[in-house]
């Protein structure tokens, strides 16, 4: 039973053995396909992995590449926003910059305007300045010829006051003279009256041996007789002496009054001439003062316009250089909005490629 066993057990493992090397071959076959579609499969794997990392690089490379150009896009974006930025900066700049320029324009116009119209003034003024100028030069002129008159006629009226004090003088000696020499006839003839009346006189005269006394006689000879005839005799020849004075006194006296009537008459005429003549020259000195104050006030009239002229030629020339400042500067910045404007095309361009 036990050889039996074992050998239906023997029997039972060899089939089974059999079974299992023809499972197992099956499976070594199986095993050998798998084997072959593993190493297919592992091939395709490693083909499939290869592939995978070249798509992972290219991936990554699109991916460097999307990068790079989401950066160059943001970047051209960038520029092309900072481009406008630019063109919208420099349009507001030439705006404000034509709006200075008009601005500055009038006020060129205005100051050319008010530096026509203040020369124009300046003009006028120091052509009137120079016509009063002129007048007061003539009026000058003729105050000075009249005050030469004036001068004249003064001087003239003094030599003629001193002529008039010169006779005046001499007929009041002239009549010094005759009163005095009038006194002492009058004295004498008291004296000779008394003489003439004393007894003595009639006494001596009756012992003369010529007869009646005659004056005339008396004054021409030297008659012998007594004291009182004697006295008598000097006395009548001191009274003719006076009479003879008196004479010439009252002649000169005569003279030099009428020589001082004329010179009194020639010098009144004289200073009324002077006077009527200071009055014309007062007057013409008046006219020359006056004209004089009037050049002077039209000349620095004048000097103010001339000085507010030319500072209103010089905020002209200002004004002119400003608005060539503004013309130079808008010209530069249309220069640099054409080149903004081209800058912004070209990177709007650049952008939209990118973009695509």
């Known amino acids: ?55 992972f690089a290219k991936g990554k490379k699109v991916d460097e590449k999307f990068q790079k150009a989401t950066k160059a896009a943001r970047d051209k974006q960038e520029i092309a926003l900072h481009a406008k930025r630019r063109v919208d900066k420099l349009r507001q700049l030439l705006k404000e910059c034509e709006e200075g320029a008009n601005s500055a324009q009038n006020v060129v116009n ?13 003009s006028e003024t120091e052509a009137r300045a120079a016509r009063a100028a002129a007048n007061a030069q003539k009026d000058r002129a003729r105050a000075e010829e009249e005050t030469r008159k004036e001068e004249e006629l003064e001087r003239q009226a003094a030599a003629l006051h001193e002529q008039m004090l010169e006779a005046a003088g001499k007929e009041k000696d002239a009549k010094d003279r005759a009163d005095k020499a009038a006194m002492m006839i009058e004295k004498l003839n008291e004296q ?120 209103r030629k010089i905020a002209r020339d200002r004004a002119k250089s400003h608005v060539s400042e503004k013309d130079s500067y808008r010209k530069g910045l249309e220069t640099q909005l054409a080149e903004a404007q081209r800058a912004l095309t070209e990177a709007n361009t650049e952008a939209v490629k990118t973009r695509k």
């Open 110 to 122: 205005t100051a050319m305007t008010e530096a026509k119209i203040s020369e124009k003034r300046a």
């Open 1 to 55: 039973e036990v050889q039996d066993f074992f050998a239906d057990a023997v029997e039972s493992a060899k089939m089974t053995y059999t079974e299992a090397d023809a499972i197992a071959l099956k499976a070594a076959e199986k095993a050998t396909v798998a084997l072959q579609k593993l190493n297919q499969a592992t091939v395709r794997l490693r083909e499939a992995e290869e592939l995978l990392e070249a798509s």
């Open 192 to 311: 000779i009256k008394l003489i003439e009346s004393s007894s003595q006189y009639l006494k001596e005269k009756q012992e003369m041996s010529d007869g009646i006394y005659e004056e005339k006689k008396e004054s021409n000879k030297n008659t012998k007789g007594g004291k009182l005839h004697a006295k008598l005799v000097t006395k009548l020849e001191e009274r003719r002496t006076f009479m003879e004075a008196l004479q010439q006194a009252t002649a000169e006296m005569s003279t030099a009054s009428k020589r001082r009537k004329l010179t009194q008459e020639a010098f009144e005429n004289k200073a009324h001439q002077w006077k009527s003549q200071a009055e014309t020259a007062s007057k013409f000195r008046k006219i020359s003062d006056k004209s004089s104050h009037t050049a002077e006030d039209l000349a620095e009239h004048a000097e103010e316009e001339r000085e507010a002229a030319n500072l």
